[in-house]
Structures are given as structure tokens and as C-alpha cells.
């Protein structure tokens, strides 16, 4: 296990290494003048324009640009915006709102997800295992944006049950309906594939040779079935977690949550570029850290399966 946790790890370097070089690429050579717009209606003046094409490089390669990033990035400086803010302390105030949200999401996923997809794919063809496929159909065709604002329309506009927007202080009871918005594709696929590898295992020669030895079914089912079941929905939540934090935008705008979403929307409508590759940056390291958990757990989940 020691030898196959430092291959991976060696391995997150070079891939960590391009996706930042990737990002930084992209959003640093899109066309265009980096300070329109950043002094008001009138043109920067130049010994403005002069610090900050010192401060970020611009005159030099994309080659130097990175290099000099990444050397500031691994002394925790993620630079500044172009008005002097420390892109370090927007990631710090509005990191915590979106992993909230994000974490409450997971949640949400997981239990009704995985709870549905056990049910279904214990009983199928029944009258819940269609209700459940129907259910789960119909959220992912419908777009996150309209599910959220019909929920908000319903329950806090309409009926009252919520508050339309979530307040500063993010209580867990204000994020269940935003983190249900965020997590419903999700939640829809995941109970599909536990349903999907239910139905299968069920009929895998352990869990006959299980039940034939007398074993109860409360145990067949939750320490042999569930188990092995289990492999390809902790992939999916795994990587999920990135996702939502990534894909978090429109469900922060329309709840009104200031977490990275709306963070990067903001940096792309003033053109703030740093922000933009800081705050996706820290985006790729959680990718990169719940896939390599996700293989970690595999071993947990199946004995079979040994890293050498």
C-alpha cells in the first residue's frame, strides 16, 4: 500500500503540472486590454499599467508567467487583484460557504441516492422501482437552474417554508434546499448505478452461497452485497465533490450564497484572471486529492483488491 500511495502521488505531480499550466494559458492569453474597465470609464494611467505588467509578467513569455506563479503559489501567495485585493483572502472568505453547501449536497446524494438505488435494485419492477426511475429522469433532464428557481418560487416565495435567499451565517437548515438543487443530477445517476450493481451482485455466486448457508438477509445484503455494490457509487461521489464545488455558480446566484461560484463569475464579467486561476487551481487540488482517496478506498470496500 505504501509503495502504490507514493506512485500515485508522484503521478498527481505531472498531472497537476498541466492542468494549472492548461488553465493558466487560457485565461491569460484571452484577447483583449487586461485593464479595461479597471480605473472607471477613463484608461488607466500609465505608471499604473507599467506596476502591474511588472507585478504579473505580462510582457514576458507564458513560459516565465507561469514559472514565476507557481514559485509565488507554493509560498501560499495566490497574487492580487487588479484593485489591490488578496485573491488568498476571497478564496479564504468564500471557500468555506461553497464547501458548506457542497459537503450538505454530498449528503443529500448519498442518502437518498444510495437508499433509493438499494431498494430499487432489491425489489425490481415493482411499483417503487418505477416510480424511482421516473423520478430520477425527470431530474436529469431538467436544468439545475429551473429546478432551483421553481423550489425557490415554491417554498419560499409561495408558501413560506424557507427563506428565498441564505443568510451570512449559512445554518445547515437554509442549505438543505440549495444543496438538494446543487446534488439532484447527481443524486438521480447515483441511485441508477447503485440500482443498476444491486440488481447485479444479487445474482454473483457469494451472495447465493451466502444465503444458502442460512445467513439473515438484513446481513447477506448489508455486509456481502452492499459492500461490493458499493465500488462505482464511491467513484461517483468521490469526483462528485469537485464537481459541485466547480459547478456551484448558478445555485449560489440563485439562493444568493457568496462562495467560489459566484467568486468566479464575478472575476470573469471584470476580467480578473488571477482570481479566476487561483480559485480553479484549488479546484483541481480537490479533484486530485478525492480521486486519489476514492482509489484508496477501493481496497476498504473489496478485499479482493490489493495495491502492490
Not at 441511485?191 to 445474482?203: G, P
Not at 469537485?242 to 440563485?254: D, K, N, R, W
Amino acid at each position: 500500500m505504501g509503495r502504490y500511495l507514493l506512485r500515485r502521488l508522484l503521478q498527481l505531480v505531472p498531472v497537476f503540472i498541466g492542468t494549472t499550466f492548461l488553465i493558466y494559458w487560457l485565461v491569460w492569453s484571452v484577447p483583449g486590454d487586461p485593464f479595461a474597465g479597471k480605473c472607471g470609464d477613463r484608461g488607466c494611467p500609465p505608471n499604473y499599467r507599467a506596476m502591474m505588467t511588472e507585478k504579473y509578467h505580462l510582457d514576458d513569455s507564458i513560459w516565465v508567467q507561469y514559472a514565476s506563479y507557481m514559485k509565488n503559489l507554493f509560498q501560499g501567495d495566490f497574487g492580487i487583484t487588479f484593485g489591490g485585493r488578496e485573491i488568498s483572502d476571497i478564496i479564504a472568505t468564500s471557500y468555506p460557504n461553497t464547501l458548506k453547501l457542497a459537503v450538505v449536497a454530498l449528503a443529500i446524494e448519498a442518502i437518498i441516492g444510495l437508499g433509493a438505488g438499494v431498494l430499487t435494485g432489491l425489489r425490481r419492477n415493482g411499483f417503487l422501482d418505477n416510480l424511482v426511475l421516473i423520478s430520477t429522469l425527470f431530474l436529469i433532464a431538467l436544468p439545475v437552474f429551473v429546478i432551483g428557481f421553481v423550489l425557490q418560487w415554491l417554498l419560499g416565495v409561495k408558501w413560506g417554508i424557507i427563506t428565498p435567499t441564505v443568510s451570512n451565517e449559512m445554518r445547515f437548515s437554509e442549505l438543505i434546499v440549495p444543496g438538494f438543487v446543487l446534488g439532484s443530477a447527481s443524486m438521480a445517476y447515483i441511485a441508477r448505478v447503485a440500482r443498476t450493481s444491486i440488481a447485479e451482485n444479487r445474482r454473483a455466486d457469494y451472495v447465493r452461497t451466502a444465503i444458502a448457508k442460512g445467513l439473515p438477509m438484513r446481513r447477506v445484503v448489508g455486509v456481502h452485497l452492499l459492500r461490493n455494490s458499493l465500488i462505482p457509487v464511491v467513484t461517483l461521489l468521490g469526483t462528485d465533490l469537485g464537481a459541485l464545488m466547480g459547478g456551484a455558480i448558478i445555485t449560489e446566484g440563485i439562493f444568493g450564497i457568496n462562495g467560489i461560484g459566484r467568486q468566479v463569475l464575478r472575476a470573469i464579467v471584470t476580467k480578473e484572471s488571477a482570481t479566476v486561476v487561483g480559485i480553479v487551481v484549488v479546484l483541481v487540488v480537490v479533484y486530485l486529492v478525492m480521486n486519489l482517496l476514492v482509489d484508496l478506498l477501493y481496497a476498504a470496500l473489496d478485499p479482493r483488491i490489493r495495491y502492490e
